[in-house]
């Protein structure tokens, strides 16, 4: 699965795309240079089951790791599977 990335001013997200649909996302600010806020996470239900929803949360993490940022999970999806994930909490804040 193709997880890709979109950095807005504002608002940023990694996601999942076919034929033009957005499938699943994970959306994030950055509001200090930082800090990256996860604040929604969403998956449609044709991918349910397959744990896209942890590989966009990966992708998050892999992103913070190579940027020096902490994460703060504000999305409750997040925040589980972070909490879940041992290897994963070196990024958060």
């Known amino acids: 699965m193709l997880i890709k ?8 997200m990694f996601y999942v ?3 033009g649909k957005i499938l699943a996302e994970m959306v994030y600010s950055k509001p200090s240079p930082n800090k990256m806020v996860i604040e929604h996470t969403e ?21 913070a790791r190579t940027n020096n940022l902490k994460i703060v999970p504000l999305c409750p999806f997040a925040k589980k599977v972070l909490d879940r994930t ?8």
């Open 86 to 93: 041992p290897e994963w909490q070196d990024v958060l804040a």
């Open 43 to 63: 998956v449609d239900e044709s991918l349910g089951g397959k744990g896209v929803g942890k590989q966009l949360v990966y992708a998050g993490v892999e992103f």
């Open 5 to 12: 990335h979109k950095e807005g001013k504002v608002k940023s």
């Open 17 to 19: 795309e076919e034929d």
